[in-house]
């Protein structure tokens, strides 16, 4: 297959941590990226590469892949980080671009 | 800091063609890879496709038939056209900056995105 399967919804109190899964055969080649998304905004990058942050995102978040799985970990998440968070990644040939279904994130 | 904006009509009749042009400042066209990504009301995200540095083209399977994107080095804009458009392609097209590097990959600056919607 070439698509890439989130959870839909995912929850956390203020303060603790939570993982956010993305699952493809395509993430055993190439590394995902994730983004976060707002209500109204654009994307925005929030971790590419093995666990790469681009400038002004928090150290809170934190990415990681084993097999066909990678995750997104945010480590004491605040209110602010309540959000739809988007994977993406390569497919199988690595010609074209895919997104994951998206998982939107409440904090409680 | 590279900035994208989007620009083109917001209402585009069912049969019609679909066009939209991205202005990009603080970064040139002629190098990294500028895609169109769009995202239907209520759902997630879909790579159209992109256009590179050295204007060689790449598009999603299931619009290759439809789509072209070319771009003008003069303006440091690229467009998108998808032809015979029905409401499925009712969405927020985005424009965005898709750097590669090997194994790694990253639409790391995005457009704030423009409402198309296919209606007669």
């Known amino acids: 297959s070439s698509d890439l399967t989130q959870d839909p919804a995912v929850s956390v109190a203020l303060g603790q941590t939570v993982r956010i899964t993305c699952q493809g055969d395509?993430?055993?080649?190439?590394?995902a990226t994730w983004y976060q998304q707002k209500p109204g905004r654009a994307p925005l990058l929030v971790i590419y590469?093995?666990?790469n942050r681009p400038s002004g995102i928090p150290d809170r978040f934190s990415g990681s892949n084993s097999g066909n799985t990678a995750s997104l970990t945010i480590t004491g998440a605040q209110a602010e980080d309540e959000a739809d968070y988007y994977c993406?990644?390569?497919?199988?040939?690595?010609?074209?671009?895919?997104f994951g279904g998206g998982t939107k994130l409440t904090v409680l | 800091q590279v900035q994208l904006q989007e620009s083109g009509p917001g209402l585009v009749n069912p049969s019609e063609t679909l066009s939209l042009s991205c202005t990009v400042s603080g970064g040139s066209i002629t190098s990294d890879y500028w895609s169109w990504i769009r995202q239907t009301p209520g759902s997630g995200l879909e790579w159209i496709g992109y256009?590179?540095?050295?204007?060689?083209?790449n598009y999603h399977p299931s619009l290759k038939s439809r789509v072209t994107i070319s771009a003008d080095t003069s303006k440091n804009q690229f467009s998108l056209n998808l032809n015979s458009v029905t409401a499925a392609d009712t969405a927020v097209y985005y424009c965005a900056r898709l750097t590669i590097v090997g194994a790694t990959s990253a639409f790391d600056y995005w457009g704030q995105g423009t409402l198309v919607t296919v209606s007669s």
């Open positions: 395509s993430l055993r080649s190439y590394y």
């Open positions: 993406n990644c390569r497919d199988n040939n690595g010609n074209h671009w895919l």
């Open positions: 590469d093995k666990n």
């Open positions: 256009i590179s540095y050295s204007g060689r083209t």
